[in-house]
C-alpha cells in the first residue's frame, strides 16, 4: 500500500522528551521522518522503526538534506530536545509551515542572547555579560560586585558547564575546565556568559504558541536543593491553576516567550520567583526535558506533549482547545528528581518491586543498567531517574514521599553491591 499526502512531520533530534513525539504523531495516522544534526545520538533515543526515513546533517550537506525533504508533503517541523532548536528553525524557513523566526534563533538558543532580547523589549531581567575572552569576563565580574555569579557555556543545556563562582580564581578553574570542551548537545564551549544569581523560588513552565497565542500546558515548583550547588532541588509540585503565585508567574512568562520571538511550538522555561518579581533563567523552544508525560496526563488531562500534537494537527481550535483545558480539574503531583548518595559501577539491575507498596506512584524510570558507572548524584545533568507521585491528597503524597527516599537509597545500594 501507498499514500501521498500532506501527512508528513518532520522531527529534528527526536531524543530525550522528544522520542514521544513521533509515536504520538503516527497514533494520529501520520508519517514522520527523522532529522538528526549529528551521527552522535543520546541513549534515550528515537526509534528508527517510529520513521519512514532518517536523514543525518553529517551525512549530507544543507542542500541536499532540503533536497530530500522537498520530495515530502511536510505538514510540520519540530525540534524534539535542546540539540534541535536551530536545525529544526533553519529547515522550517524553508518550508510553509508554522515556525518561529530564523532570524532570531539566537536568542531562543544562546543563553545570553535571549536574557538580551528580554531586555531590548523591556522585560525585567537579570545582570548579565558574555565573552570568550578569560580576561574580558574577569574584568566584568569586578566592576559588577554581584559577589556569586552563575557561569554557564551560551550554547549549553541542562547544568553542562553550569558553574556557581564567588571569586576569580572561580570563574579562572570554571573557564579552563569547560573551554573547548564538547557539551551535551554536540557545541564546542567557546564562549561563556556570567549572569547574577537570582534568589527566590525557581518554577518550571512549560507551553506550546500557535501563530503567537500561548498556552501554559503546566507549571512546577522547585523544593529543597542545597544553598551552594546548582539544580539540586528534591522535588517538584505541580502548581495549580488560579492560584496567585501561577497567575504571576503566566503574565511573565507570556512576555518572554513573545520577547523571545516563541509563536508556535512548544517551549520550557525556567523562571526565578525573586521579591522583585519574575526573572528569567533560560528558555528552550522545544518540550520540557525531564518529563514523563503519561503522570501529567493523569493529573490534569492533558500534557505539554498532547497539547503540542493537538496544535500541529487542528491549529484552528487552539484558542478554543486551550479556554476549555483551564477548565479542567487538576490533582496534586510531585515530579521526584531521583538521588544517588554513592557512586560506582552497576553491577545489578534495579528492583523495582518494593515501590509496589506506594500507592501514590504513579510513574517512575530509572536509568542506570548493568555496566553503567553511576556517579553521586550533584545536579540535574547526573540525575539516575524520576518518579510522580499523584494524589489529591497531600498528606498521602508526603507520607508516600519519605517512604520513597527510603526505598530508593536501598535500591541504589543494591545496583552497586556486588
Known sequence: MQTRGKNVIVIV??????????????????????????????????????YIANFSLERSSLSELLARLHAYSVKAIIPGCESGVVLADLLSDNFAVPRNDAA???ARRNKFQMIEAL???????????????????????????????????????????????SSNNDIIAAFSENHGKTNVTGVVNTEFVIQERLQGEELMVNSVSCEGDHFITDMWIGVGGLEDRISTDEYAELVMRRTEIFEKVERYVLDTL????????????????????????????????AQLFAAVEEAQGY????????????????????????????????????????????????????????ATLERMIVFPEIGDYLPKTHDSAGR???????????????????????????????????
Open 13 to 50: 533530534n527526536g531524543w530525550y522528551s522528544g522520542r514521544y513525539l513521533a509515536p504520538a504523531f503516527v497514533g494520529h495516522g501520520y508519517e514522520c521522518i527523522h532529522v538528526s544534526s549529528t551521527e552522535k545520538t543520546s541513549r534515550f533515543g528515537y526509534n528508527p522503526l517510529d
Open 104 to 106: 532570531t534563533t539566537s
Open 119 to 165: 531586555r531590548k523589549t523591556g522585560v525585567p531581567s537579570m545582570r548579565q555579560f558574555a565573552s570568550q575572552s578569560l580576561s574580558d569576563l574577569l574584568t566584568w565580574y569586578s566592576e559588577s560586585e554581584l559577589g556569586t555569579v552563575i557561569f554557564k557555556p551560551t550554547m549549553g543545556a541542562r547544568s553542562d558547564g553550569v558553574v556557581l563562582c
Open 258 to 289: 513573545d520577547a523571545l520571538g516563541i509563536r508556535n511550538g512548544a517551549a520550557h522555561c525556567e523562571v526565578m520567583l525573586t521579591v522583585n518579581g519574575p526573572r528569567l533563567i533560560e528558555c528552550g523552544a522545544r518540550l520540557s526535558g
Open 303 to 358: 500534557s505539554q506533549l498532547s497539547v503540542t500534537v493537538e496544535t500541529v494537527l487542528n491549529p484552528r481550535q487552539f484558542r478554543w482547545r486551550a479556554n476549555a483545558l483551564r477548565a479542567s480539574r487538576q490533582e496534586g503531583l510531585r515530579f521526584v528528581y531521583m538521588c544517588s548518595n554513592r557512586a560506582g559501577h552497576v553491577v545489578n539491575n534495579p528492583d523495582l518491586s518494593p515501590f509496589a507498596e506506594l
Open 384 to 418: 539516575p531517574g524520576y518518579a510522580f507521585l499523584l494524589s489529591s491528597d497531600n498528606q498521602a503524597l508526603e507520607r508516600d514521599y519519605v517512604r520513597f527516599r527510603e526505598l530508593e537509597s536501598k535500591m541504589f545500594q543494591r545496583l552497586l553491591d556486588a
